[in-house]
């Protein structure tokens, strides 16, 4: 019991705003507004509550003079409480207070001179039952108000706190997510590219990027474990190390082995990322490495079939140090590639059968000649008809131009 009663009273002292808190010092007053004015109207409840004390007696104030008061009162003690300015402000009330006794504000002659004696003198008209009746329901208004306001505060200040970290913390990742994985879709003399990803929370973890440099291009698509922040620095360190390595004119392997030693020191040990990439420069054939990752399909014009273009090696940043290969595969005008993630193969139906590669080869030789965003619309309505999306979605099509 005694550890329970240390626990309300822990929350209720938590629930009242204090000069002490570096937020509600530095919040200027025009931004405390609304909850001036909860404070008001509050307290105004507890003064309609001993107005309500008060039958016998004439209303002051034609019944609003003592929610004015306590209203007021509430929000200047909070204000000082705040600012920790002199007690003036209580002192400014209090003196209204007075000065309309003195001045017969009370409204029907009652000033705060003949007020207290009128509580004394006045008769009682209503029954002794009905007028208990009353002091028990104002004793709980007035209750029932304060604690309640206290409460309300004790939420806002622990569980609100944490609601705005939290919808901070996505309004982020958003932001970085459309910043780090946004739609590319463009055409050089050589290829077409169209490729998105459609993150299964606010910050996904799935990478797509296609870099030109001298003559060359680099796509890939990577996938980050994990969700959040976390996934999103990593992404964010990923996609910077691979632009400036190739900047550098490394190769992929030597791209997916400085990746490979870069991570671990930039990253939580548990954490981790699987990469497919394409590189093609000025010859006939791309050279394509894989790390970890779901295997990349090339559809070939010619045949008008699919390949499926694969490589047993570790994610980057598991094992540090890994060495890593390529390999080459030829390729024709009007050939197109298709990199995705698992997130995409993995999507399961009510019989818990997987959508697979094979899908997306069947998909790929119905619509080759389609343009590239139609393609992907295409295969994103099978895959949304398959099954629920339960991890992020990313699909990168490159097409061969003649």
């Known amino acids: 019991m005694k550890k329970k009663l240390q626990e309300w009273s822990g929350v209720l002292s938590t629930a009242y705003p204090t000069a002490s808190s570096p937020y509600w010092r530095s919040l200027p007053i025009r931004r405390m507004k609304s909850l001036l004015a909860g404070v008001f109207f509050s307290a105004s409840v507890v003064g309609f509550a001993f107005d309500l004390l008060q039958l016998p007696l004439p209303p002051l104030g034609r019944g609003f003079f003592w929610p004015l008061v306590l209203g007021g009162s509430a929000t200047g003690l909070l204000l000082t409480r705040i600012r920790r300015v002199p007690i003036f402000l209580i002192s400014i009330v209090v003196l209204v207070w007075i000065v309309g006794g003195l001045s017969g504000l009370g409204w029907y002659g009652e000033g705060w001179l003949t007020y207290p004696i009128s509580l004394v003198l006045a008769p009682s008209p209503i029954p002794q039952t009905l007028r208990v009746r009353i002091l028990f329901d104002a004793i709980g208004i007035w209750l029932g108000v304060t604690l309640g306001f206290r409460l309300l505060l004790s939420f806002v200040t622990r569980e609100g706190l944490a609601a705005v970290r939290m919808q901070t913390e ?43 440099s001298d003559g060359s291009l680099l796509a890939y698509v990577a996938d980050i474990s994990g969700h959040g922040l976390p996934a999103g620095q990593l992404m964010g360190m990923l996609k910077a190390a691979l632009r400036v390595s190739l900047q550098f004119h490394q190769q992929p392997v030597a791209l997916l082995e400085s990746a490979d030693r870069v991570l671990p020191a930039v990253k939580e040990p548990d954490m981790y990322a699987t990469l497919a990439l394409l590189y093609f420069d000025s010859s006939a054939q791309a050279e394509y490495a894989l790390a970890g990752h ?26 540090p140090g890994g060495r890593y290969a ?12 298709l990199l995705l993630t698992d997130g995409i193969t993995e999507v399961v139906n009510e019989r818990d059968e997987e959508f697979g590669l094979a899908r997306l080869e069947r998909l790929l030789s119905q619509h080759a000649a389609q343009p590239l965003s139609r393609i992907w619309e295409l295969v994103m309505r099978e895959i949304k008809q398959h099954g629920v999306q339960q991890d992020d979605q990313s699909l990168l099509l490159l097409r061969v131009r003649e």
């Not at 459309?178 to 606010?202: D, M, N, R």
């Not at 559809?299 to 598991?318: I, V």
């Not at 080459?328 to 050939?335: A, K, L, T």
Request: hydrophobic share 35%; proline share 7%; no cysteine.
């Open 326 to 337: 390529s390999q080459r595969v030829s390729y024709s005008p009007r050939d197109l590639f």
């Open 294 to 319: 779901v295997p990349i399909l090339h559809y070939r014009h010619r045949s008008g079939d699919t390949a499926r273009l694969s490589m047993e090696q570790f994610p980057l940043g598991l094992i």
């Open 170 to 212: 996505l309004s982020l990742a958003h932001g970085i997510q459309a910043t780090l994985v946004p739609t590319l879709s463009f055409e050089t003399p050589s290829f077409e590219v169209y490729g998105k990803s459609i993150p299964s929370t606010e910050m996904g973890g799935d990478l797509i990027d296609v870099i030109e």
